[in-house]
Each structure stands twice: as C-alpha cells, then as structure tokens.
C-alpha cells in the first residue's frame, strides 16, 4: 500500500471513529457532518469523497462493527448445527444461545470502540427516527432468522411463535447488559457495575437458556 492510500485509509478509519463516537453521544440526528469533520480533524470533502453522504456513512459505521461480528456468531451457529448431525440429535439450546452471546460480548471487550458502537444501536431503538434502526436490522436479519431456525430445531415441543418471543427477551437482557456494564453505578448496589465478558457470559447464558426451556 503506498503512502497516498495509507493516509486515504487512516482518513477513513477516522471519519469512522468520530462518526461512531458522536452517533453514540449525540444519536444520529443530532449529530453534523461538520462536529463529525471537527473531531476527526478533516474537511467535509473528506466526507463527501469516501462516504458522499450522511446516510451512506452511518450504514458503513454499522457494517464495519456487525459484519465481522455477524460472520464469527454465524459460523459458531454452523457449527453447533454440524455438530448436532454428527451426533444424530438435536442441537443444545446453551450451545446454540452462546454461539450468538459469547462472540457478542467478547466483541465489546476485544474491539476499541466497540462500546460506542453498541451504545449508538441501543439508542436506535427508542429514536423516532427509523434510519439507524432499518439498517441495522436489514444486517441481522439473516442471522436472527439461522438463530431462530437453530433454536427451534433445538426446542422441537416449543411453537415458533414462543421461540420468536423468548429470542427478543434473550436479545434484550444481552444488550441491556452491554449497555449497563461500565456505564453506571446502580441504586441498587453501591458500586460500579462491570464485569469482564468470561464473568458475563457466565451469569448470562445460564439465565436465558432456563428461559428458553421454560414450559
């Protein structure tokens, strides 16, 4: 790579950084292109020239974070499946429910900036404003659609309706969990709440596995 498409891509990545960082701050209509410029230290033209547009940037913010996490979930999807017919039995709901959690909250802890990332999808979903939320959605809905297939597989007893519904709660408690570990210390306790991801997905993956299973 020559030294023009190095700082090309060092532009890019920090367009990227602040576009994330301030999404997550200030949600996506509330930030500028110009705060985005201000702390990424270039000039609209950068913008313009690697992204052309507001809306094309923030979807870029998306795929860089949830493709590479989607593929490492999908994979370990894949494999709890293959493993499964192998045996002639059906998939394990625990393996099937940390084939997506342990990546997901690996993924904040291993990746710099992955919290920002994490944050800005959480407030998407309480913002009027549908644009975060129909592309990030467009991305996950292949794999929630291989998670709700494996599960069900998995739960054969259960209808698919009630496997649907307890994925929500599960993906629910996944990401209220992200968003409260490190960000707050809770009334309930009187000290900080942050646990490293090993120490989650321990609790975790027990409590929503006794959910799925219910009766």
């Known amino acids: 790579m020559n030294k023009i498409s190095v700082h090309q891509a060092d532009t890019k990545e920090r367009i990227l950084d602040a576009a994330e960082y301030l999404f997550a701050m200030d949600g996506y209509r509330g930030t500028s292109l110009r705060e985005i410029t201000g ?18 940037l923030v979807e870029e913010v998306i795929k860089r974070r949830l493709l590479p996490l989607n ?80 599960a069900c597989s998995s739960l054969p007893d259960h209808s698919e309706d009630i496997i649907f519904w307890r994925l929500h709660f599960t993906l629910g408690a996944l990401f209220h969990t992200i968003h409260l570990c490190g960000h707050m210390k809770t009334e309930f306790i009187n000290r900080e709440v942050d646990m490293d991801a090993d120490s989650l997905i321990n609790l975790i993956v027990p409590y929503v596995t006794s959910g799925m299973k219910a009766k």
């Open 39 to 56: 702390r990424a230290t270039v000039n609209l033209a950068a913008v313009n020239y690697h992204f052309g547009s507001k809306k094309i």
């Open 71 to 150: 593929n490492i979930r999908q994979q370990r999807l894949e494999q709890v499946k293959a493993v499964a017919q192998r045996k002639g039995k059906k998939p394990d709901i625990k393996s099937v429910l940390s084939a997506f959690i342990e990546p997901t909250l690996k993924f904040k802890e291993a990746n710099p900036g992955a919290e920002h990332f994490f944050t800005f999808i959480g407030r998407s979903f309480t913002d009027p404003d549908t644009t975060v939320r129909d592309v990030f959605m467009r991305y996950i809905k292949p794999l929630f659609m291989l998670l709700h297939e494996t």
